[in-house]
């Protein structure tokens, strides 16, 4: 009997001792997984780093989740697209850091590489200067570093850019342009925002300042196109953005979101002495009625009379929305579940805000139903929502999953009064039932493959499904629409 006791006490021991390890290890693990946790949400969750995606002919430049910029090389041009704002929508002017000679394709550029950091994207280029669309007329360099502020919604760049002339300019050659902005602007379009027709685009006018000017140039694309004889070693081109309202429907093509764009400012400061710079701009009016196009060139020019060859110049940008966001929409009431029917409202904190929405789940846009009143939905349902204001940026698609909570099981259960919440409980779960004799009824959790992995018997009553078990509730205890329960199935007589 004794050496049985001591037997029998050390199998309990081991078998101690081996619960205890194995819980440690788990343990371990947990720790281990919540240190790898941590690791990863100092990385990423507070949009602190900033990432870099090749796509075939575009590099995407985030910090954290937002796109705020992308270089784009179709046919191997150097075009920077900034997106500062919130706004998916919200892309504008395009700016070619690439120099060229007038009637020219733009292209032969090369990337150096481009490197994402703790404080920015920097970006190194090279390319040939085009001459038209197959000769160039030298060659140049470009180091872009730039960084983005999510708070005030703004972008800034700073770097170097260099050109280097294989001759001097000419006649022949006509001026250098030493970079482009590319947008658009209409005028005599329908708009969404006002009645009748106007003027809108992803731009408004240029201003264009430099130390020796004496006032600042400002320029409005309906002024046509502008070559003013004033020069200077520093220029700066501040091309203010705009809320592109264009009513695209009414011109018989897909509707384009109203969306405000983002103005861009750049500065080219001249490093090398007795480079003269002047402000250019063109605007091709048989194009003023196309939303698609370019339509619009601003460029600083280096006239085809200077002797120099070779240019260098530090260069900065911006590009900021300045102008406040929508906010965003509320959809109500905030409790999700619902028997029979229910009243939906959705309202805006921002005064003239105009909300569209949709109930299919789809993304929200101008052409979405406009709510002017609540509605109801005897449906489980996917409400999105949507605000915009003219002149604003528009606000963030808002959501809310609403589901009916009671559904008949089948015709039959009507004689007994069994209604099931919700059915199927999961998308791998289902829930039946049917009459049985001395009162009872037979409840069934059937699996996605019509397999039951549970059935019980249980009288007439309530009942509360856990982890595929089935309890009886007390009459009293359980209150319908209580949330502090987690994740209930109700049963109901």
């Not at 796509?55 to 992308?70: I, Q």
């Not at 038209?132 to 170097?160: K, P």
Request: with cysteine; proline share 6%; glycine share 8%.
């Amino acid at each position: 009997m004794y050496v049985y006791d001591i037997y029998y006490s050390n199998i309990l021991r081991k078998g101690l001792i081996d619960r205890l390890l194995e819980a440690m290890s788990k343990m371990i693990n947990f720790i281990r997984s919540i240190f790898i946790c941590l690791v990863f949400l100092s990385c990423y969750s507070f949009g602190q780093d900033y990432n870099i995606m090749d796509t075939l002919d575009e590099y995407r430049f985030y910090r954290g989740d937002h796109h705020f910029m992308s270089l784009v090389m179709p046919n191997d041009v150097h075009a920077f697209r900034p997106h500062p704002g919130m706004d998916i929508n919200g892309w504008g002017s395009t700016w070619y850091l690439q120099p060229f000679l007038p009637n020219s394709d733009l292209g032969h550029t090369l990337i150096d590489s481009i490197v994402a950091g703790t404080d920015g994207i920097y970006c190194y280029s090279h390319g040939m200067v085009s001459r038209d669309s197959i000769n160039t007329y030298g060659t140049w360099e470009a180091y872009l570093h730039v960084d983005y502020e999510q708070f005030s919604r703004m972008i800034t760049g700073e770097g170097t850019y260099s050109v280097c002339l294989q001759d001097t300019l000419s006649a022949m050659t006509g001026d250098l342009n030493l970079y482009k902005i590319a947008s658009n602007y209409l005028y005599n379009v329908p708009l969404l925002c006002d009645p009748g027709y106007g003027e809108t685009g992803d731009m408004l006018y240029a201003v264009c300042t430099g130390d020796g000017f004496a006032n600042p140039l400002t320029w409005f694309p309906m002024n046509g196109n502008t070559f003013p004889n004033e020069k200077n070693d520093t220029l700066v081109v501040d091309v203010l953005g705009n809320y592109n309202s264009v009513d695209t429907e009414s011109m018989n093509d897909p509707p384009i979101e109203p969306a405000y764009k983002p103005g861009m400012v750049v500065t080219l400061n001249a490093l090398t002495p007795g480079t003269e710079m002047g402000f250019g701009a063109i605007y091709d009016t048989l194009l003023g009625q196309d939303p698609y196009s370019d339509n619009v060139g601003i460029t600083p020019i280096i006239s085809n009379t200077s002797p120099q060859v070779e240019f260098q110049f530090a260069i900065e940008f911006e590009s900021v929305v300045d102008v406040p966001r929508v906010d965003a929409p509320q959809i109500l009431p905030e409790n999700t579940h619902f028997y029979d029917s229910l009243e939906i409202s959705l309202q805006c904190d921002t005064a003239g805000a105009m909300i569209h929405y949709t109930t299919d789940g789809s993304e929200p846009k101008i052409d979405s139903p406009l709510y002017e009143s609540p509605f109801f939905i005897d449906t489980s349902t996917m409400i999105k929502a949507k605000a915009y204001k003219c002149g604003l940026e528009t606000g963030t698609t808002v959501s809310r999953k609403y589901v009916l909570n009671f559904q008949d099981v089948f015709e039959g259960d009507k004689l007994t009064g069994i209604r099931v919440f919700p059915n199927p409980v999961k998308e791998n779960l289902a829930i039946e039932s049917e009459s049985m004799d001395a009162g009872m009824i037979q409840v069934r959790i059937v699996d996605v493959y019509g397999k039951i992995t549970r059935s019980q018997g249980q009288p007439p009553g309530i009942w509360l499904l856990f982890s595929r078990r089935i309890f009886p509730v007390l009459e009293g205890s359980l209150v319908e629409g209580s949330s502090f329960l987690p994740l209930p199935v109700w049963l109901r007589s």
